[in-house]
């Protein structure tokens, strides 16, 4: 949604962050792979290859607020994603929360969000 605001370095830690998460659970849902597909193209990535980097070396990348928040929300669509949300993906966002400085409430309305935007798409595709 907002990921094109991110400078190309931001991009490529994103897509490798949006990969760590995708398959931390072990395995990537078909949902996963379909946003992660779906992030490469809006970034205009679709040949980039996912280098593995460790999560402490991607996060620093992200300096501004602003690319802070597009990560945290972007990453909270994609766990959401399959409708599970796994005990290592929760570790994982509360360490990256901590990480960038957001505090419970800013986390919770983030949080809150996605939920309401994933509860909108589903009932869309009803009609």
């Known amino acids: 949604m907002f990921l094109a605001e991110l400078q190309a370095e931001e ?27 779906k992030y490469q193209k809006e970034m205009g990535f679709e040949d980039y290859k996912i280098k593995g980097l460790e999560i402490g070396e991607i996060l620093k990348v992200f300096k501004t607020e602003r690319s802070k928040n597009i990560v945290l929300t972007e990453l909270l669509q994609l766990i959401y994603s399959d409708g599970v949300f ?21 986390y919770g309305s983030f949080k809150d969000w996605i939920v309401k935007i994933k509860e909108l798409t589903v009932s869309q595709g009803k009609h």
């Open 11 to 37: 991009r490529k830690a994103f897509l490798e962050l949006a990969a760590l998460i995708a398959k931390i659970d072990g395995k990537v849902s078909i949902f996963e792979n379909s946003i992660l597909i």
């Open 86 to 106: 796994h005990d290592q993906e929760s570790e994982t966002i509360q360490f990256i929360k901590s990480y960038f400085g957001f505090d419970s409430n800013e």
